[in-house]
């Protein structure tokens, strides 16, 4: 399966701050997905990254939040906009490659905001 | 209703015993359906997909029941290494879109 990073991996971060996520993954794949972890919580999926194109939101996220690119088929950004400590939490994006029936985790980046 | 539900446990069961839990889904259109293991502080892996015939991979069965709309995950000759949260993830349609349960934690003993 593809090689998938998150930088970075942890931050720590003031309030009313904004912090960008990258994600690069080492192949082609179809598709991106970006989940927040709270925690001793389930995944909960923010958005799908859709490459050349605005990323589709889920319910309860929109984009002034979480600005999300998709420049290419091998990496997306999800920036983590005008932080409060309600936005603690595991940022992970997930890929699903070619021929791939199902999604694969990046490592997820942990934020703290203060 | 939450999509997707699981025992959160935790199942606390000696080395060498068998475990087994259940994950129920709330859409009966849903399509694909895996579970993934997570470790503490760790990504998600992806641990086996589960197929309408059942499948089994080493000491590891997944069944799936449409009629009762839930999935199971038996583990057998538990090992200490089996110890973790294992996450129900539900496809309701064809586009690797995924609801994940909150998982259900194990623990082995020695």
């Known amino acids: 399966s593809a090689v998938i990073s998150q930088k970075p991996s942890r931050d720590i971060c003031q309030r009313g701050t904004s912090l960008t996520i990258q994600c690069q993954v080492d192949?082609?794949?179809?598709?991106m997905f970006w989940y927040r972890q709270q925690p001793g919580q389930s995944l909960t999926l923010i958005a799908t990254?859709?490459?050349?194109?605005?990323?589709?939101?889920e319910s309860g996220f929109v984009i002034d939040k979480f600005p999300i690119s998709r420049p290419n088929l091998t990496f997306s950004t999800l920036t983590v906009s005008n932080m409060s400590p309600e936005d603690s939490s595991i940022y992970l994006c997930?890929?699903?490659?070619?021929?791939?029936?199902?999604?694969?985790f990046g490592p997820g980046t942990r934020l703290l905001v203060l | 209703r939450k999509e997707v539900e699981q025992d959160p446990g935790p199942f606390n069961v000696p080395e060498g015993a068998t475990v087994a839990f259940n994950c129920t889904y709330s859409n009966s259109a849903s399509q694909s359906f895996f579970w993934y293991r997570q470790d503490c502080r760790k990504e998600p892996k992806l641990l086996m997909s589960?197929?309408?015939s059942g499948n089994e991979d080493g000491r590891f069965t997944a069944q799936l029941n449409r009629a009762s709309q839930y999935i199971s995950l038996l583990i057998r000759d538990s090992k200490l290494s089996d110890s973790a949260t294992y996450l129900c993830?539900?496809?309701?349609?064809?586009?690797?879109?995924?609801?994940f349960g909150a998982g259900t934690t194990v623990t082995v003993r020695a």
């Open positions: 993830a539900v496809g309701p349609t064809n586009d690797y879109k995924l609801s």
């Open positions: 990254a859709n490459q050349g194109s605005e990323a589709t939101y």
């Open positions: 192949s082609q794949v179809t598709m």
């Open positions: 589960v197929y309408s």
């Open positions: 997930s890929v699903v490659g070619q021929y791939q029936e199902t999604q694969y």
